[in-house]
């Protein structure tokens, strides 16, 4: 019960002022890191004067382009405006059960959403979660409590749970909150190996402390700020990584996150049992 996820911000696929396309690239970039999963933000659904603007531009919305024929794909819907619109996505070698997007947006000026996805994984149901944040501490407190309220109401116990994003979190403020009302760890604060109940209480210490090794994913060619997340339950974290370098550098302002994940013992359990008794 392995799982290999990655999240990225792409940028709407084009370069500052949309003087370059680059979903072409990203596409074969996305391709190498080989994710069962992908958590994509600021995804184009439609953009008509790129569409008119860029040689080759695909005619698809750029989720369903990136998903190709290898993966199955959802797309959610934030910010809309005369020429097109754009939002999160989320692309699964897996069967998509059921997606909702939700508006958290907090005034006029930035439309966010939380895109919630329910993927059957083997005899699993895994709750995936792609976020895009606003730009003010207070309005990513508020989405954060958002997603937290609609977790706990919707999201039964003791099942497997995968939050990922860009948080727009450079004070990494936002995991000591998410740790507690959601036991969740986030990818680069659990040690590989320390597994269990010991690597959640270190992590837990080091939130307190202050200095979580959240990764720098921004801005790409020197990526400094932390703003992106892979949050997860039910899982142990068997490797991460961030994706530093060309041809990354060059196709967003962001870099990704990949996260190799293994569900554990006692989650493979509950849901063996639970599909037995739906069987």
Known sequence: MKLRIATYNIHKGVSAFGRKARI?????????????????????????LHARRHAHWPDQAQHEFLAGDSHCSVYGMNASYDHG???NALLSRFPILHSDNHDVSDHAYEQRGIL?????????ELHCFVLHLGLFAASRRRQIQSL?????SHVPDGHPLIIAGDFNDWTQRLSHTLYQELGVVEAFDEQPGNLGALSALHSLRALFRGNSR??????APLPWLSLDRVYSRGFHIRQAQVMTGKPWSELSDH???FVDLELESACHARMQALAKRHA
């Open 85 to 87: 619109h754009h939002g």
């Open 24 to 48: 072409h690239d990203l596409k074969e970039s996305l391709k190498s890191l080989d994710a069962d999963i992908i958590f994509l933000q600021e995804v184009q659904g439609q953009h008509d």
């Open 214 to 219: 959240h990764a720098r994913t921004f801005p």
């Open 116 to 124: 919630h996805v329910r993927v059957q994984w083997s005899h699993c």
């Open 255 to 257: 870099v990704p996150i």
């Open 148 to 152: 937290v309220q609609h977790i706990q």
